[in-house]
Nanobody, 124 residues
Framework: QVQLVESGGGLVQTGGSLRLSCAAS????????MAWFRQAPGKEREFVAA????????YYTDSVKGRFTISRDNAKNTVYLQMNSLKPEDTAVYYC?????????????????WGQGTQVTVSS
């Protein structure tokens, strides 16, 4: 069993920055791909960013490219999402997910465990 705990969400103005963290329990973190998804009110959960097991490869949805950066620290069992130049349309609950495989996917079904989510609100 793996547990994920997200933190770092909050209220920020347009153009501001936030850094989300996702701390994982369990011994499989360093061999697992990780991802961030988000869900806005009334919408389905959507892919945001993913990173492979050693941080060597990352992947982003088009709407966040150049603004968001995913990274990981395997010594701390933590994955991060640095979010810059935030826009009101980034407002959502952000979830991290862990995969049982070392390489990422942008399909939600590819992730075995999820955190409880952290709210990000960007005011205009």
């Amino acid at each position: 069993q793996v547990q994920l705990v997200e933190s770092g969400g909050g209220l920020v103005q347009t153009g501001g920055s936030l850094r989300l963290s996702c701390a994982a329990s369990g011994r499989t973190f360093s061999t697992s791909a990780m991802a961030w998804f988000r869900q806005a009110p009334g919408k389905e959960r959507e892919f945001v960013a993913a990173i492979n097991w050693n941080g060597g490869n990352t992947y982003y949805t088009d709407s966040v490219k150049g603004r968001f950066t995913i990274s990981r620290d395997n010594a701390k069992n933590t994955v991060y999402l640095q979010m810059n130049s935030l826009k009101p349309e980034d407002t959502a609950v952000y979830y991290c997910g862990i995969r049982r495989l070392p390489f990422y996917t942008d399909f939600m079904s590819g992730y075995a465990y999820w955190g409880q989510g952290t709210q990000v609100t960007v005011s205009s």
